[in-house]
């Protein structure tokens, strides 16, 4: 698992050298050294009292924490995450990370190590620690794991042999050579990229970079590397050069670690680490470099620099020569077609591209831990990798502190510390829309039903059923299917829902028709409300819906073959749910932010929900929903558990006043007794006895206003009728708040979800 394979992998300085190349810290640059940045460390998205757009695209780091540490070398990890279910045969996401445990350098040759977690990148027991197979791994189509070594066995000037790692329940491993066949002769080395990856006709591509030289390599360097593409049509039993995706004919740049990815339209993706020669024996690190192919990989566009813009900010090496640096890139396609790229050197980070064409990227820093006293790119090798762990939730793991050249004697003042371990951050990827029902979820709790003939559960594939159409995941085996015709899967939802838009993949990577159909009856079926003809997805196709639905039914055409499949299905209302916001953070849309944020605790009937929590003396904890135009009737509907309630939470129903501020027009309180009451502008009058909101269970609370008046409803039961507002003159009703019983009292927690809000 050494990143290298002779010398240290240490700064963005590369030196010749025979058989190889090394990089060293290299000559004096402009600002490689005791740099004051490295005082501050990188957190989670920064936190304000605005939450993200309710309405965009959300890139939010969260969750900071450790994946292994035992003193000794732990460094330049990457990740695998696989399908599996538990006991119970509710689904996981297994995630295992592999890590070198030998110095950086040629001659050491101590097997690397892996870790694995069985809930979803949360936790790695030390428990399983072991040493195989100690390489990132890609589950195929026929379900068996597949990995491929780093380094080669053993090589031919046309040709190079490498271990491969097979497995059809990732706990025992058959291992056999697999040769790759170049496609230039071979006089220095050879390393692959990252696992390998399957097409959807279900090739098998690995990416490699290679030290040439002889007719390929430019005059006047004394080593060159570039990147290139195999493919493999007998599942990773042999492997044939496909196409070069980078290569400089001029010798001025060198390509080593093409990351490489499919975007949602098939076509493959690659972002390349980037050198450039100075004329000498030094290659600067420079802006990584990215390509397209739209053949499978036989053939790539010209390459262009990355381009990666950082609303929070991004710390550059050199300011008098700023430029986006990075190494080890990697990508990720999320199952809700968000493309993820990772790297770091300086610092940590991802980006997401939402356009699906792998360009406009937004990122954030993840993770810093460089010394004041020392080089600015010490601390952490930059060698990042990623997982996707949820439909909308991916895991970045990285380093910290490898113990080759990463932190010498001399530096100190570290960011963080000069421990030796691997870190995991979880980033939350966001598309559009803050209604996203938790179908996995309800099913579980036998809130909603499926009728279905796509019932197939084939030997191998767990995750194949009913619920595999709405388990979060777009892998191919995590589907509804039917193997002998076209399938029809039906859902009755636990109310009728305002439907505005749907997510669909029918087969994963293979051409596939399908239509959705909506009913308030389950009788009455009316036109298709999508009509996805002719679609190869590789992730979720959203689509723009007008439906009101208590039944919602998918046809799906069989293929080719014969078999129908319903890949992964999402279902968004004009309810607000927190399915897909943030988690541990801020909720989006909302304003007006305190002691707030998106929970995974204590939710019942989902898997995400809002936390009001009152711990400060000097203000309430709260949350604004904004709206800026006016209407004469609002209807606010939410469930609620007030988990402790020592003293009351409040929820208003904001409207206009005759001089245009916005006011409370109506202003309620949920006491500590569970009565409810109403603010009449200067004293607080009872609306119902006590027990009607008791603390620690959930009720649906609802408020039908108009300017003169509003009903309170609990439970579907009239509570209080005729309600007069609490700012008479109102001239228009707005958003809506939710809050602690006041400033200097504490205590107060309640838990949100399904928020209805409308006109």
């Known amino acids: 698992m050494s990143r290298r394979i002779t010398g240290a992998l240490t700064a963005g300085v590369v030196a010749a050298v025979s058989g190889w190349m090394t990089l060293s810290p290299g000559p004096a640059q402009a600002a490689p050294s005791n740099d004051t940045t490295c005082k501050t460390p990188v957190n989670s998205s920064p936190t304000t009292d605005v939450g993200p757009s309710a309405t965009g695209y959300v890139l939010n780091v969260g969750d900071l924490g450790t994946v292994f540490s035992d003193g000794a070398q732990a460094a330049f990890p990457k990740v695998s995450a696989r399908d599996e279910v538990n006991a119970d045969g509710s689904p996981r996401r297994t995630v295992t990370t592999t890590f070198s445990r030998g110095l950086d350098k040629g001659s050491d040759h101590t097997p690397p190590a892996q870790v694995t977690s069985a809930d979803g990148g949360q936790t790695f027991a030390a428990s399983t620690l072991t040493t195989t197979p100690g390489v990132p791994t890609t589950q195929l189509r026929d379900g068996s794991l597949l990995g491929i070594d780093f380094a080669p066995t053993s090589t031919t000037t046309s040709s190079a042999t490498f271990q491969v790692y097979r497995s059809t329940d990732g706990t025992n491993w058959v291992t056999f050579p697999t040769i790759i066949q170049l496609s230039i002769p071979l006089d220095g080395g050879i390393r692959t990229h990252g696992a390998p990856f399957q097409l959807g006709d279900g090739t098998v591509l690995i990416s490699y970079y290679i030290q040439f030289g002889g007719s390929h390599q430019a005059p006047g360097r004394a080593a060159q590397i570039s990147s290139y593409v195999a493919a493999s049509t007998d599942g990773g039993a042999s492997f044939t050069t496909r196409g070069t995706i980078a290569y400089d004919s001029t010798g001025a740049n060198s390509y080593p670690e093409a990351a490489v990815a499919a975007l949602p339209s098939g076509k493959l993706l690659s972002v390349i680490r980037h050198h450039v020669w100075d004329g000498s024996d030094f290659e600067s690190l420079d802006t990584p470099r990215w390509t397209t192919s739209t053949d499978g990989g036989a053939h790539w566009a010209a390459l262009q620099d990355l381009t990666v813009s950082f609303p929070n900010g991004y710390d550059q090496f050199d300011e008098a020569k700023p430029k986006l640096m990075g190494v080890f890139p990697q990508l990720q396609l999320m199952p809700n077609g968000v493309m993820v790229l990772s790297a770091g050197r300086p610092d940590n980070w991802v980006a997401i591209s939402t356009n699906g064409q792998g360009t406009g990227w937004v990122g954030q820093l993840t993770y810093r831990n460089c010394p004041t006293t020392g080089y600015r790119l010490h601390g952490s090798t930059g060698n990042t990798a990623l997982a996707s762990v949820e439909s909308n939730r991916v ?23 000069s421990g030796r371990r691997i870190w995991r951050r979880f980033a939350d990827v966001l598309t559009p829309d803050v209604g996203k029902i938790d179908l996995a979820t309800k099913y579980r709790l036998g809130q909603i039903q499926v009728s279905t003939d796509m019932t197939a559960t084939p030997d191998g594939h767990p995750r194949t059923g009913p619920a595999g159409a709405f388990d979060g995941s777009t892998d191919y085996w995590s589907s509804a299917a039917r193997l002998d015709g076209a399938g029809t899967y039906t859902i009755t939802l636990d109310r009728e829902y305002q439907l505005t838009r749907l997510g669909l993949s029918l087969r994963n990577g293979t051409l596939a028709s399908g239509r959705v159909y909506a009913s308030a009856d389950g009788v009455n079926w009316g036109n298709p409300i999508v009509d996805a003809a002719n679609r190869t997805h590789l992730a979720l196709e959203y689509f723009t819906v007008t439906a009101k639905a208590r039944y919602l039914k998918v046809v799906a055409d069989a293929g080719a073959d014969g078999a129908a499949f319903l890949n992964e299905l999402e279902l968004y209302s004009n309810i607000n749910s927190f399915e897909n916001d943030p988690v541990n953070n801020r909720p989006r849309g909302f304003t007006g932010l305190s002691q707030t944020w998106v929970t995974r605790s204590g939710v019942d009937g989902s898997s995400r929900a809002l936390r009001l929590n009152d711990t400060a003396k000097d203000a309430m904890a709260r949350a604004v929903w904004p709206v800026s135009a006016t209407s004469p009737t609002r209807t606010l509907e939410f469930r609620a558990d007030p988990v402790t309630l020592p003293n009351a939470f409040l929820f208003d129903v904001q409207g206009r006043a005759a001089d ?6 109506y202003h309620f309180a949920a006491r500590a007794d569970g009565s409810l009451a109403r603010f009449n502008g200067s004293d607080w009058v009872a609306l119902t006895g006590a027990g009607v909101v008791p603390a620690g269970k959930w009720s649906t609370i609802k408020v039908q206003a ?20 609490t700012r008479a003159g109102t001239t228009g009703l707005l958003g809506y708040s939710f809050a602690s019983s006041g400033t200097a009292s504490v205590g107060d927690q309640v838990v949100f979800d399904d928020v209805l809000f409308s006109s």
Do not use: F, I, K, R
């Open 660 to 665: 245009g501020t916005t006011v409370d027009a």
């Open 395 to 417: 895991l970045q793991v990285g380093d910290n502190c490898e113990n080759t050249w990463s932190c010498p004697v001399g530096d100190s003042g570290y960011t963080v510390d």
């Open 706 to 725: 108009g300017t003169t008046s509003a009903t309170v409803s609990v439970g579907g039961t009239v509570v209080a009728a005729s309600v007069p507002p």
